[in-house]
């Protein structure tokens, strides 16, 4: 299982930074570009630039809890939900790194034998079978 992840292309977990700014002040975030990709697709989603939807993001932190302690990390968090909320998003990510890797994608849910769960109701469903598959 793990020579799944092993072989992902190194790309996906290099570090990129932008500099870039939140609600008018100038400042640089370091990510991995997997999730530089979540934060480029969500931003479009919302329909706005990346730089817009992290200020919207950071402001509404700011409004319910104060300052993060570590905003990077919200930000992963926030990539970790988005992918949560799509419901089998970690199943189909674990299937196209298989298919990267060269291993036969894993047994769909209805294919095999066993009792079958019903489908994530809310994020923390989905976040609970994602980390049981």
Avoid: H
Wanted: hydrophobic content about 35%; charged content about 25%.
């Amino acid at each position: 299982m793990c020579e799944i992840f092993a072989r992902q292309d190194p790309r996906r977990y290099q570090p990129v930074t932008r500099k870039l700014r939140l609600n008018g002040q100038s400042t640089s975030i370091r990510l991995e570009r997997a999730f530089w990709d979540i934060l480029d697709r969500i931003a479009a989603e919302e329909g706005r630039t990346t730089p817009g939807f992290l200020s919207a993001l950071q402001s509404e932190v700011l409004e319910q809890g104060g300052e993060p302690a570590n905003f990077t990390s919200l930000l992963r968090c926030a990539c970790l939900v988005q992918l949560e909320l799509q419901g089998s998003g970690g199943a189909r990510m674990r299937d196209a790194a298989r298919r990267v890797a060269g291993i036969a994608p894993a047994p769909q849910p209805g294919a095999r034998p066993g009792p079958q769960t019903a489908p994530p109701t809310g994020p923390q469903d989905a976040a609970m079978e994602i980390a049981a598959s």
